[in-house]
């Protein structure tokens, strides 16, 4: 800064405005380029600084969203296994051959289990919640994300209504069976069950009864259908999810 001084106190002493003048304006050009340029990379590093924090973010999704894929594999595995058992038991109901395949009715029971797909949304809502969410604003992975928690919504209102009516007919099963031969059947260790005087066919005419029951049967034939709808549910979102991934990877290594 000395040498710009010593440049502007010649001028004066040699009484130069014209030269003083134009100096004084590259003075200010130069300290407007400069400052535009110290505003440049402040901007640069806070861009930076934005686009490490949304790269957090969308790696915390991606975390959250694999473990949904493993979820997902499990969930289709058990309702896949309960429906293939169902849709047997609906045949045999057709075929008017119960007394053939109690077992197989007393298996089509896990079609009152209370199974619900529980993905882990923190990391979406965490982003959706920070001032970074617009940065992705009308991407690829915006729409992606969109529609994957749109189906998860679909998907739990599905699980919820098949849910519900089994918990309902359920329910008015325990108002007309006694369940206590059935339940020791299920949980009591076998050779404590053969100390007791109750045989082995009383527990099966006990379960015979229980399974002829209508709301036992509307269960059945409703997961043998209904399975299918949401294990369908299911594929669409892994699907997504698989994309969700692919995007997220496309823009952290970038």
């Known amino acids: 800064m000395k040498i710009f001084r010593k440049i502007r106190q010649k001028f004066l002493s040699e009484n130069n405005f014209s030269k003083y003048f134009i100096y004084a304006i590259g003075e200010i050009v130069l300290v407007v380029i400069g400052i535009l340029i110290a505003l440049q990379i402040n901007n640069w590093n806070q861009a930076k600084k934005d686009n490490n924090a949304l790269k957090e ?98 998907i739990a209102a599905s699980e919820k209504s098949y849910n519900d009516y089994a918990k309902s007919q359920q329910a008015y099963l325990s108002t007309q069976f006694d369940r206590s031969l059935m339940l020791a059947y299920a949980f009591v260790p076998p050779d404590s069950l053969k100390l007791r005087a109750t045989t082995q066919a009383e527990y099966f005419e006990d379960f015979a009864a229980y399974t002829s029951a209508v709301p036992y049967r509307n269960v059945i034939s409703l997961a043998a259908w209904q399975f299918d709808t949401m294990i369908a549910l299911y594929g669409q979102l892994k699907d997504l999810g698989v994309n969700v991934i692919e995007e997220i990877d496309a823009i952290t290594n970038d």
């Open 57 to 154: 973010y969308l790696v915390k999704i991606k975390s959250h969203t694999i473990e949904d894929l493993y979820k997902l594999d499990s969930i289709t595995r058990g309702r896949t296994q309960i429906a293939e058992l169902c849709k047997k038991t609906r045949t045999s109901i057709l075929d008017k051959t119960e007394d053939e395949n109690l077992i197989l009715f007393m298996s089509s029971g896990f079609a009152f289990a209370d199974i619900n797909f529980k993905p882990n949304t923190g990391g979406y809502e965490a982003l959706k919640n920070s001032s970074y969410f617009g940065k992705i604003n009308n991407t690829p992975l915006d729409s992606l994300l969109t529609r994957y928690h749109s189906l998860i919504e679909e």
